[in-house]
């Protein structure tokens, strides 16, 4: 005889006994900034069509898509990927995932139900999985983390969506050493393109001062090899001429908003364009992104920025000339034409917050969204709508710089 009550209690999260939710399950309204309207406009309208558009170039036939994030105790975006996955004809999407949130038995109780909602849907591969750990602690190459995100890897999409910044502050951990082993291991195990999708506050209070010369270096080098490039830093960035900066350290510091947050971003885009230039095997491009406010801040100061990476051509040459054959000519790698272009893209950022408040019709298709992906996740949503109107941006007039 099966006793019930010590399986439940041993492998059921509590509120789910038997399979069917009952009262317990369901959590109490505590809404995060992730819960915003705006989030899930990005999942739809950002994240997904990256997806999408990557699907229809890869070889998926013998394969599932592969999608690493930190996709928090629900699973959001775990779920929004496994529906887009369904409506595209995609046949299996590998979820992996780091969480560090599990700290207390009610995180533990979340993640096990959601996992058991979400792993169980016939798109979702079986070895999909969630390590409970930082993302950092790849950094560390004999870590249960790194072997385990290598293991799950290659991947199509990587997204860290983060709360802090990529950069870390001087009382937090940057993302540099895990990104950089994710990336190795990428661009050495991959042929066909990919995403990476970064979140990322960007204002100076979250960015450790003590990177900003190293910055500083990645883009001063590309100003004096590119007059477009100079133009387009000095006056879009830096207010003046980067020629005449002679303490940059001094200068970013007093950088007003919204010109730190753009100048962070096109520093770690050319951070990441930096890792991929030595090998020549790979381009980078910038994709549509937005910036947005946190709770505390006037001017934008969270960036959610859209990579694709895809590898360069080979030209082939026979130096015996036995195979009679004229080499087909390929564009010669060129990174200061990939910075410039990541330069003028960052200019063209779009204020998602002012974009949501000047378009009625998208603000209630993202909170009809949105109450429909946490309802699915276990949240009761009556309130959902009064939370939302309660934490709008403070933001420009209409028409105004």
């Known amino acids: 005889m099966v006793d019930h009550g010590s399986l439940s209690d041993n492998i059921t999260p509590p509120g ?58 629900d699973l959001l975006d775990f779920r929004v990927v496994a529906d887009l996955c369904d409506s595209t004809g995609v046949k299996k999407v590998r979820l992996v995932g780091f969480n560090s949130a599990t700290d207390s038995v009610k995180s533990e109780d979340r993640v096990a139900l959601a996992k058991q909602e979400v792993f169980s849907r016939d798109v979702v591969a079986e070895n999909s999985d969630v390590h409970v750990d930082n993302f950092n602690a790849i950094a560390d190459r004999k870590s249960i983390a790194y072997k385990f995100a290598v293991e799950k890897g290659p991947y199509d999409i990587v997204n860290l969506d983060l709360c802090t910044s990529f950069s870390g502050t001087q009382d937090e951990d940057s993302c540099y050493k895990a990104a950089w082993n994710l990336f190795e291991f990428q661009l050495n195990e991959r042929t066909e393109p990919w995403v990476f999708l970064l979140t990322t506050r960007a204002d100076y209070k979250k960015v450790n001062p003590h990177d900003l010369p190293r910055y500083w270096q990645l883009v001063s080098d590309n100003a004096q090899k ?17 020629d005449i900066i002679e303490n940059p350290v001094a200068h970013l510091a007093k950088l007003r908003s919204p010109k730190f947050e753009r100048l962070f971003g096109l520093c770690v885009g050319k951070w990441l364009l930096s890792l991929i230039t030595t090998s020549r095997r790979w381009t980078m491009r910038l994709s549509d992104s937005y910036w947005y406010r946190t709770k505390s801040s006037s001017h934008p100061n969270m960036l959610s920025l859209a990579f694709l990476f895809e590898s360069c051509p080979v030209e082939l040459t026979d130096p015996a000339g036995l195979a009679s054959v004229r080499p087909t000519p390929v564009q010669a790698y060129d990174e200061v034409s990939q910075a410039t272009d990541l330069l003028k893209k960052l200019i063209e950022l779009t204020d998602l917050d002012v974009h949501l408040r000047d378009d009625p019709a998208a603000f209630e298709d993202a909170i009809a969204k949105s109450e429909a992906l946490l309802g699915s996740a276990g949240y009761p949503v009556n309130t959902y709508r009064d939370w939302v109107l309660s934490v709008l941006p403070a933001l420009p007039r209409r028409g105004s710089a």
């Open 226 to 242: 590119s007059t477009d490039f100079h133009e387009g830093l000095s006056s879009a960035y830096v207010d003046v001429s980067c």
């Open 16 to 73: 789910f006994e038997y399979g069917f939710r009952t009262e317990e399950a369901i959590p109490k309204p505590e809404w995060r900034p992730w819960h915003k309207p705006r989030k899930q406009w990005l999942r739809y309208n950002q994240w997904n069509k990256e997806i999408e558009a990557l699907i229809a170039t890869l070889r998926l036939q013998d394969r599932p898509l592969r999608y690493l994030s930190l996709p928090g105790d």
